[in-house]
């Protein structure tokens, strides 16, 4: 029974061992066998070029990701404060507007009552002001009594707060009390533009009627778009306002754009990470709320062991540098990369520094190496 058990374990374990994937096979003969010899003439063909890594200062870097974003106060939210019919607007998602442009027109018979109310409140208050002033003259000859001429000083004062506070809601309609009379009443009130910017949102047609509290269209004001960026807990305490920052989106990711930190989160969120917030120095063209980038925040100088980038090959999850033995066997040997400025990179490896690696056409060992695996 012991023996049936053992049998058992063994086939088990023969088993899982031959279970990897053929791509876990082909990463380890790769890892595995890491030395290469190449003839003279695939030497020249290959191009390859030998050199010592070298000590330099790079910027010391952080890589991290984000999206494109607008600070609230350039997000604008249109509604009309009275409510209304829309009679007609020519907007659509994308389009750009002026601040004073007008971008729709309401109707509604609410608007005619509060143009009336306020001329007939203005008028009654010339009669009340010519009142006031003749019932004070008279006060003051002692011809009527004080309590006339308190009643009317009574009236004369609450019909301004009248008109007052009918004019501030003419004015947040967007019609100009001082401009107003009987000839200029109508039933139709414009809507004007806050912002110059552009239309992210039409949230109404033609006829249809809206209240107070619905949001007619968004609009953006590019001016201030930024790059929100996450960094994580660990590395937060490295980012300070005004360090350098280099942004790639994904469409071009060769392409980067100068960057500086203006704000830095005071507070970590439930993923352990925090938000810092960069002014484009110059923005780019293409900029829309939302978009993803990737960045590499500068956050100081190092003394580090550095080789060409096209010394660096990856392959799998795991990145190489190759060694010439001699002038021609070549060995892989494991690496750690680093920041990168000006077409170098820090490596980090054990008793790299000083010896002989391909700084040039790295890639041709890698692809020898793989062709020699799969013979």
Same mark, same amino acid.
């Given at each position: ?5 053992? #049998? ?6 023969? #088993? ?11 990463? %380890?003969?790769?890892? *595995? ?31 991290? $990701? ?30 750009? !507007? ?6 729709? !027109?309401?109707?509604?018979?609410? +608007?005619?009552? =509060?143009?009336?109310?306020? /001329?007939?409140?203005?008028?009654? @208050?010339? #009669? =009340?002001? =010519? *009142? ?12 009527? %009594? ?21 004019? *501030?809601? +003419? ?13 200029? !009443? ?29 949001? =007619? ?11 929100? /960026? ?22 071009? %990711? ?6 500086? &930190? ?13 938000? +810092?917030?960069?002014?484009? /120095? ?5 900029? @829309?709320?939302?978009?993803?980038? $990737? ?11 550095? &080789? ?12 190489? &540098? ?9 060995? @892989? ?27 040039? $056409? %790295?890639?041709?060992? /890698? ?9």
């Amino acid at each position: 029974m012991k023996a049936k058990y053992l #049998y058992i374990m063994v086939i088990a374990l023969l #088993y899982s061992c031959s279970s990897s994937t053929p791509q876990e096979k082909e990463d %380890a003969q790769v890892t *595995e066998s890491t030395e290469v010899s190449f003839s003279e003439a695939q030497l020249k063909t290959a191009g390859i070029v030998i050199g010592k890594p070298t000590r330099q200062v790079l910027q010391s870097e952080l890589i991290v $990701n984000g999206v494109v974003d607008v600070p609230p106060q350039n997000m604008v939210s249109v509604s009309f404060p009275m409510g209304g019919f829309l009679k007609s607007t020519q907007l659509m998602p994308g389009m750009p !507007v002026n601040k004073g442009q007008v971008i729709a !027109v309401m109707e509604d018979p609410a +608007l005619i009552q =509060l143009q009336q109310d306020y /001329l007939v409140a203005v008028s009654r @208050l010339q #009669y =009340l002001q =010519l *009142e006031y002033d003749r019932q004070k003259e008279l006060n003051e000859s002692k011809v009527n %009594a004080d309590k006339v001429f308190q009643q009317i000083q009574s009236e004369f004062t609450s019909q301004r707060v009248i008109v007052k506070g009918l004019s *501030e809601r +003419l004015k947040l309609i967007g019609i100009n009390p001082d401009k107003l009379s009987e000839a200029t !009443v109508s039933r139709s009130v414009p809507v004007y533009s806050p912002i110059h910017g552009y239309v992210t949102k039409v949230n109404v047609n033609i006829g249809k009627f809206v209240n107070p509290s619905d949001v =007619l269209f968004e609009l953006i004001n590019p001016d201030d778009i930024h790059a929100a /960026l996450t960094v994580f807990e660990k590395d937060i305490s490295q980012v300070k306002i005004g360090q350098k920052v280099k942004v790639s989106f994904a469409d071009d %990711a060769t392409k980067e754009y100068d960057c500086e &930190v203006i704000l830095v989160t005071r507070n970590i969120d439930e993923s352990r990470s925090g938000t +810092l917030h960069c002014h484009f /120095l110059s923005s780019p063209k293409q900029l @829309l709320p939302g978009m993803f980038l $990737n960045a590499r925040i500068m956050v100081g100088k190092t003394d580090a062991i550095t &080789v060409p980038e096209d010394a660096v090959v990856r392959f799998g999850n795991k990145q190489f &540098v190759a060694e010439a033995i001699s002038s021609s066997k070549f060995q @892989l040997l494991e690496v750690t990369t680093g920041a990168k400025e000006n077409g170098v990179i820090s490596i980090d490896a054990k008793n790299i520094e000083g010896k002989n690696l391909v700084i040039k $056409n %790295a890639y041709a060992v /890698l692809s020898k190496l793989k062709n020699s695996s799969d013979e």
